[in-house]
């Protein structure tokens, strides 16, 4: 079964505090895997998009990687302003698969 | 550049009401998704539209849900009759169709409060 399994749920940092988001696939012919930011009430906001196994992309205090069947999004000395929900999506040929998401708090 | 605009952004019913939601996509955006959004969980795909085109609406609840796109542009989302299940924030999204880009351009989102 296709699917998209993110983890933690939730996270609670202390300001400054590094950690990782993981976002683990079995979608079969992965053709993109995107990286999204969502503030409460409002739609999602586009991140980054991931090709092939390998492959980073930075933006601020974000760098996202890509292997094989997972993806982490790796957040380095947040500030509260980064507290959101960040959801993964896999997009295969003309669907994309979303995750759950990871609620992320960061604390001052 | 403008982004993909929806209404009403909140909206409360009976239950066995109807509802109905608007999305604009960006100008020139192909593709137009429409998702559902429970609360704590990812969105789920309903229907998705290639120019006029119906793309996918395996999910869509065929039977109390509706859309369309006409002309190729804007699109309109309906329930009709709504369940307490159908509680969620619809979402609606764009992208400009070529595979290889991608990624979705979603507007603010219709919360839905079905009573």
């Known amino acids: 079964e296709d699917q998209v399994t993110q983890s933690p749920e939730a996270l609670r940092l202390q300001e400054g505090e590094s950690s990782s988001l993981n976002c683990s696939y079995t979608?079969?012919?992965?053709?993109?895997l995107f990286w999204y930011r969502q503030d409460p009430g409002k739609g999602p906001e586009f991140l980054f998009t991931?090709?092939?196994a390998g492959e980073e992309k930075e933006k601020e205090r974000l760098k996202a990687t890509l292997t094989k069947k997972e993806s982490f999004l790796h957040i380095t000395a947040p500030k509260p302003e980064d507290s959101a929900t960040y959801l993964c999506?896999?997009?295969?040929?003309?669907?994309?698969?979303f995750g759950s998401g990871t609620k992320l708090n960061v604390k001052p | 550049e403008a982004g993909v605009a929806q209404s009403p952004r909140y909206k409360i019913i009976e239950k066995r009401q109807s509802v109905a939601f608007w999305c604009n996509p960006i100008?020139?955006?192909?593709?137009l998704y429409w998702y559902q959004q429970i609360l704590g969980q990812g969105p789920k795909l309903l229907i998705q539209?290639?120019?006029?085109?119906?793309?996918?609406d395996s999910q869509l609840p065929k039977d109390r849900f509706s859309a369309e796109r006409l002309k190729g542009v804007d699109s309109t989302l309906k329930i009709q009759p709504a369940k307490l299940e159908d509680s969620a924030v619809y979402l609606c999204?764009?992208?400009?169709?070529?595979?290889?880009?991608?990624?979705?351009?979603f507007g603010e989102g219709s919360r839905l409060t079905v009573l």
């Open positions: 999204a764009s992208s400009l169709g070529r595979s290889r880009t991608g990624e979705l351009f």
């Open positions: 979608v079969s012919g992965l053709r993109g």
């Open positions: 991931l090709y092939s």
């Open positions: 999506a896999v997009y295969n040929f003309n669907k994309f698969y």
């Open positions: 100008s020139g955006h192909a593709t």
């Open positions: 539209f290639q120019n006029n085109g119906v793309v996918d």
